[in-house]
């Protein structure tokens, strides 16, 4: 018996972009290669044009088409890859000019969201992002797709296939919003819950590949998947963490941002994003190592203000320090720490941020508790930090940084 192996060689993509000035064309193209990578495309080339706006009907320009069609015959190209959302009639046009299939940035971003969904919600929250996406760009093919449908009373003329696919998408889509609307109501009733508690969150956001995953799993040992990849963690983790004043938060993890987030996506992933809106503190996670950090930052920052965070408490996290680009690219704020997540440097400091940023909702005291009350004893000793305690004849004497609200309930004891 013969044993074969299948391998599946990586896709051949060449990237595609019109530079119009509004943002940093090269910058915005390296991204895209990196997502490319991610997706599992091999890139063998780059190719952009300087334009006021993109062309209507092709988006390059007629002579650049050419040039494009020639590299993708020459190098046996598999996959066009454009950095601007295409129209539908800009797709066709390329893939009619190329002869090779085509897609955007969107769609790409989605493909690598779908790989990496794992959660129910996940899932669900990509499938509706792709549907309302593709619903627009579908293209029927004439009434050589007319078919009808089975049974008595369907006979006629039928509807085109076009017309079928989209009444499909359209009825998918409301099934996806009606699921997505009960776990965002329990998403809220779990929000609402730990508001109840007097349980505090604080979420960590940034930029993809800035270490947030690793972050996560220094400060919380949970075990999160961490990769060198854009987009490794797709669904939010939440985990408890201890702070150097005895609190104890929720630490939550979330979807990467990147330049240009497409718009489908925010939407879609909305009730995600808006544990970053509810938590008390925000750590703004960046790549101290890349040049390009202070625009991650402010990315996040724009981001942010869209999903209505603006006047929380945010601290700039500078990770990978030490790396050593890391310090050229550090800007020493007020609200700003640098931490190395993967050699667990820095990490007492972050900490200290986190609880100074947090409202001020514990107080220092020194409780002389009778024996007769063990359970004031037991409560205080299930979350205070302890820096004193001593058993006297007259009863056991704390010296403690405990939750306010539990000082002023056994104020009785403080001496």
């Known amino acids: 018996m013969e044993l074969y192996e299948n391998r599946q060689e990586p896709e051949k993509a060449v990237l595609i972009a019109v530079d119009t000035g509004e943002y940093d064309c090269e910058a915005s193209l390296d991204e895209l290669e990196e997502l490319a990578k991610t997706a599992g495309a091999q890139v063998m080339g780059k190719l952009w044009q300087k334009r006021d706006k993109p062309d209507a009907a092709l988006f390059l320009g007629s002579g650049r088409l050419e040039e494009l069609s020639e590299f993708c015959e020459s190098n046996e190209i598999d996959l066009v890859i ?221 981001l942010l203000d869209e999903l209505g965070c603006t006047g929380k408490p945010v601290i700039s996290v500078f990770n990978k320090c030490d790396l050593p680009e890391a310090k050229e690219n550090f800007i020493p704020e007020q609200n700003s720490v640098m931490i190395s997540a993967l050699a667990e440097e820095g990490l007492d400091r972050l900490l200290e941020a986190i609880a100074k940023a947090l409202p001020p909702t514990r107080a220092r005291a020194k409780l002389l508790i009778p024996y007769s009350d063990g359970a004031a004893a037991a409560a205080f000793r299930k979350d205070s930090v302890i820096n004193t305690e001593v058993y006297r004849a007259d009863g056991l004497y704390l010296e403690l940084i405990a939750d306010a609200a539990l000082v002023d309930r056994y104020q009785k004891y403080c001496v």
């Not at 085509?102 to 129910?120: E, K, Y």
């Not at 499938?127 to 760009?137: V, W």
């Not at 104890?248 to 009730?271: N, Q, W, Y």
């Open 82 to 302: 454009a950095d601007s959302e295409l129209s539908p009639a800009q797709l066709r046009n390329i893939e009619k000019a190329v002869k090779v299939r085509v897609i955007d940035r969107t769609t790409l971003i989605l493909d690598i969201f779908a790989d990496r969904a794992r959660s129910n919600e996940g899932k669900l929250q990509v499938e509706l992002a792709q549907l309302r996406y593709s619903l627009p760009r579908l293209i029927g093919q004439g009434t050589k797709l007319s078919r009808l449908g089975g049974g008595i009373g369907t006979r006629g003329p039928g509807e085109t296939k076009l017309e079928t696919d989209r009444r499909h998408i359209r009825r998918r889509i409301k099934a996806l919003e009606e699921e997505l609307e009960a776990l965002e109501k329990r998403r809220g009733l779990a929000r609402a819950r730990r508001e109840k508690d007097g349980v505090e969150t604080v979420v960590i956001v940034g930029y993809t590949n800035a270490g947030k995953s690793t972050l996560m799993n220094a400060l919380t040992q949970a075990g999160v998947l961490a990769q060198d990849k854009l987009f490794a963690t797709l669904d939010p983790t939440s985990r408890a963490l201890t702070l150097p004043d005895g609190r104890r938060v929720m630490l939550i993890d979330t979807v990467g941002f990147i330049r240009r987030l497409p718009h489908h996506l925010v939407e879609a992933f909305k009730s995600t994003l808006e544990e970053a809106a509810c938590a008390k503190v925000i750590l703004n996670v960046c790549d101290a190592s890349d040049s390009e950090c202070a625009e991650h930052i402010e990315v996040t920052n724009e």
